[in-house]
């Protein structure tokens, strides 16, 4: 159909009008575009010119903060402070001596330390921050920042640093942050890019290895301008890292404190376990250590003074020490022989003083003897041969089989460094290790906690939750993550006849409590509070009969690495029980003059949530207990728990 001279009129105005229109949206941005180009080539053509000879942008990985380390009450354990650091990256810095040599000017850098420094610029990647120094002063900190433009690739930064405020009350259970090595790297399969960076703190041992990965945090990233020279022209972006969980742990900081104060000079450790939910509310070693001393960098001197302590200050008596557990152990031979049937609470031994088997004599402690024995009262005066004779009924496997059940031999899961299993021997065991048929002495020894049989302090105070409990007591030192109150299982029954248990209670409170204890110097004498417990003696020497028939050397007259082990272990309120505790001091002597008295101290402390009441003790013990409390330097009370006391 063909169109009217007017439609065709019509139309070539609306393509006139759509012309018209798209040459002026042309021209528009023809226009905006020679400004913007004009603009670029006069007026900001230095800036530009500038970023084309050498500009880039960089990603710089930002640490983050470390979890905080909590003790029940929230007070910090385990914290980060301010640290003023200095980093030099190969890539950006052009001539490495020349960069070195300017800062030396500013900060204190002998030769040998340049030098240094130098070889581990150039062995790490070009990328890779490394450290030059760190804990700078402010004034050091503020002339790099100043002196910038002179130094190409070096970067001040602020940033955090791990701290210990309890210093040496935590050093074993927290162990210690310290820079990653190449050897840490090798041991992770895919190493988090953080760990990389030279400022980066990893836990070595203790609750910060073994709780890294919550504690790390996740990294953040700021995106960075730097010029040809290296320096930093500006941030363009910023990302916060992630901080790391906040753990609060079972301890008590300030019995935690006052254990390590108790236990002094000694080598030796203690434990204490509430036993009604698990939770370890105190473990120390003794002697500690400083482990801000290994953040900063531990020198040569302080690391080998502390190698070459024979009381072993690196050493974590509690979980890595294995002892002879001595007389402790009679609990667990008591009770094998009740649960076998092969006793009952009334049967009875006679003690002359030692017994003869296979032509061997095994002697008491007791020269005289205790004559006839029961039950309870072979436990309060710890007569010998009551369990050379009992073992020889209930045999190896028994005793053994029941010292697992109550938590020897036993490897416990804690965030922790190389926990012992500890031994509880049997003929399988021996067999095994040593290729030799179980003997009836090697029974005997072991029936009061020699011979082979050998617990950490961890385990002993395991056992007297158990036995005061009947429960099978699991230790635990998470209490929340980052306020996630970690679960507490209910603990299963341990299968042992209540009679049975009461026979073992019964001797550990005449120990205590009885006419003839043994440890009854050491006793509480608070009724709301009374204590039962065990004493024990580990030798760690032979006794010849040449020896013997001379007269027994004293523990005193021995050099100290020959003396006999101290051990106690003992659980109070004896009705409703609260609190395990086990005590061992290496070369101590005898358990009821010098591990008894520290482990009752320790107990009272728990019990009264402080320092008790002087009426606590015996009276001969009063003047004594004081005039030590005058010379410690204890924590306060946490604040919450004050303002809660008033309210």
């Not at 009129?9 to 941005?29: D, K, P, T, W």
């Amino acid at each position: 159909m063909r169109k009217s001279q007017r439609e065709i009129a019509e139309s070539s105005r609306l393509i006139s009008r759509r012309v018209l229109m798209l040459g002026v949206i042309q021209a528009a941005v023809i226009s905006t575009l020679g400004l913007k180009l004009r603009s670029m080539q006069l007026e900001h053509a230095e800036e530009y010119r500038m970023l084309s000879d050498g500009n880039s942008i960089k990603i710089r990985l930002l640490p983050p903060a470390r979890g905080l380390i909590l003790d029940r009450n929230g007070t910090v354990i385990a914290g980060n402070e301010q640290n003023y650091r200095v980093t030099l990256t190969r890539e950006d810095a052009g001539d490495i001596s020349t960069v070195v040599a300017r800062l030396r000017r500013i900060i204190p850098m002998n030769d040998r330390q340049a030098a240094e420094l130098i070889t581990e610029i150039r062995r790490r990647s070009a990328v890779t921050p490394v450290m030059v120094a760190d804990r700078l002063t402010w004034q050091e900190f503020s002339s790099i920042a100043l002196n910038a433009p002179a130094l190409p690739g070096v970067t001040p930064e602020s940033g955090l640093s791990r701290s210990y405020p309890r210093a040496g009350d935590f050093s074993h259970v927290l162990g210690y942050v310290g820079p990653v090595s190449d050897f840490d790297l090798s041991k992770i399969e895919n190493p988090d890019p953080v760990l990389r960076l030279p400022e980066f703190q990893l836990g070595k041992i203790g609750m910060e290895a073994k709780l890294e990965e919550p504690l790390r945090g996740k990294a953040g990233s700021r995106r960075v301008e730097v010029n040809s020279a290296g320096r930093e022209m500006r941030e363009l972006s910023r990302q916060e890292g992630q901080q790391g969980a906040t753990v609060q742990t079972t301890m008590d900081a300030r019995l935690q404190n006052y254990a390590a104060q108790r236990l002094g000079n000694e080598s030796a450790a203690a434990v204490v376990i509430d036993v009604t939910n698990g939770d370890i509310v105190a473990i120390s070693s003794s002697p500690g250590f400083d482990p801000n001393k290994f953040v900063r960098g531990i020198s040569s001197t302080d690391y080998k003074e502390l190698m070459q302590h024979d009381h072993r200050p690196l050493a974590d008596k509690t979980v890595q020490g294995a002892y002879p557990p001595g007389s402790t152990f009679k609990m667990v031979t008591l009770l094998a022989g009740l649960e076998a049937g092969v006793i009952n609470p009334g049967s009875r031994f006679f003690c002359p003083g030692y017994i003869q088997v296979a032509g061997r004599r095994f002697h008491c402690w007791s020269k005289g003897g205790h004559g006839t024995v029961d039950a309870v009262r072979s436990l309060e005066q710890s007569c010998d041969v009551y369990y050379y004779e009992l073992a020889q009924k209930v045999g190896i496997d028994r005793i053994a089989a029941m010292a697992r059940r109550m938590g020897i031999g036993v490897r416990h899961d804690l965030p922790m460094s190389a926990i012992t299993e500890g031994i509880a021997p049997d003929r399988a065991w021996k067999m095994a290790r040593y290729k030799q048929e179980w003997q009836v002495g090697d029974s005997i020894n072991a029936s009061i906690g020699q011979g082979y049989v050998l617990a950490s302090p961890l385990q002993l105070a395991v056992m007297a939750a158990r036995v005061a409990t009947g429960k099978e007591v699991i230790p635990r030192l998470v209490r929340a993550i980052d306020g996630v109150v970690q679960p507490v299982p209910e603990f299963a029954d341990l299968g042992i006849n209540p009679l049975h248990l009461r026979t073992a209670r019964g001797g550990m409170d005449a120990v205590m409590n009885g006419s003839h204890g043994t440890a009854r110097r050491a006793r509480i004498v608070a009724p709301e509070w009374q204590m039962a417990g065990k004493t024990g003696t580990s030798q760690v020497r032979n006794i010849t009969a040449a020896e013997r028939a001379r007269g027994v050397i004293s523990n005193d007259q021995l050099p100290w690495n020959r003396r006999d082990h101290a051990l106690f272990v003992c659980f109070a309120p004896y009705e409703m029980p609260r609190y395990a505790v086990s005590v061992v001091v290496e070369h101590g002597g005898g358990g009821s003059a010098v591990a008894a008295p520290i482990a009752r101290d320790i107990l009272l402390f728990a019990l009264a949530d402080g320092l008790p009441p002087l009426s606590a003790y015996p009276d001969g013990e009063r003047a004594k207990v004081e005039e030590m409390w005058s010379k410690m330097n204890l924590m306060p009370e946490p604040a919450s728990k004050t303002a809660r006391a008033k309210a």
